[in-house]
């Protein structure tokens, strides 16, 4: 579950810190024995008191926007743009 620092960047980051922190945990995980099973994208454990509402939109954004494709290594997110 994870891996997006709660306060760091749930509470204290801005919606683009959101954002490259979930395009990693996803490249990360997809590059790992076994891929994406079982992988849940989140804040480490759960949402903080504090959360800004555009950094949980910006996990749910990549979250949804995010595609696997077929490289070399393995599946790696294809980031949009």
């Known amino acids: 579950m994870g891996n997006v620092p ?3 960047v ?4 801005t919606a683009e810190e ?5 395009w990693e945990c996803l490249a990360s995980c997809s ?12 804040f480490w454990g ?3 008191s ?4 555009e950094n949980i939109e910006a996990l749910l ?13 393995g599946l790696v997110p294809t980031q949009p743009g």
Request: no cysteine; net charge positive.
């Open 10 to 13: 749930g509470v204290r980051g």
């Open 61 to 73: 954004t990549v979250a949804r926007e995010w595609r696997p494709a077929t490289a070399n290594e």
């Open 18 to 22: 959101t954002a490259s922190w979930a």
């Open 46 to 48: 759960g949402v903080s």
């Open 31 to 42: 590059r790992a024995p076994g891929g994406l099973a079982g992988m849940i994208l989140s």
């Open 50 to 53: 504090g959360t800004k509402v």
């Open 6 to 8: 709660p306060l760091e």
